[in-house]
């Protein structure tokens, strides 16, 4: 795995690590307009990015959220979404704060992900329990992203 030793000179977006398959699983459905906006620029920036910054807790999706309290805290289950972030880093060995080259961990996600890390990570998520994302949408939407 590629990390961007020249991340300042690089097109680089933070997100928190479990953002990483929200990103990619993202339909534009469930939330307020401001916050389907956010999501739709962020994906778009990912896409033209060349590195991912992966961190553990809130990033700029959680800031635009409906669900951060004024304490900005999410009223849904703060806990829950740190224990997503350090799942899927601990599971694919991937670090708090490290930047990535984009094209590479995608590729590296794509061959590394399973199904049991997949629903580790992602077993309390009402997207995933409203149907709209699933370990075979992830790997159907990486692989055409490699084209």
Known sequence: ???LKDAILMSVIKIRAHHLLC??????????????????????EI???????????P??????CPNLSEDKICVLNENDSLSKDTTLLRELNLKDNEVYD??????FLKESI????????????????????SYQLLIEKLGKMEN
């Open 1 to 3: 795995m590629c990390y």
């Open 23 to 44: 990103t990619i699983l993202y339909q534009g459905k469930g939330y307020d307009e401001k916050f389907t906006s956010y999501m739709n620029q962020l994906v778009s």
């Open 47 to 57: 896409a033209s990015s060349d590195g991912i910054e992966l961190i553990v807790g």
């Open 59 to 64: 990033d700029e999706a959680c800031a635009n």
């Open 102 to 107: 984009r094209k590479e961990l995608f590729a």
């Open 114 to 133: 399973t199904e049991e890390i997949f629903n580790s990570v992602c077993s309390t998520c009402r997207w995933r329990k409203e149907g709209l994302c």
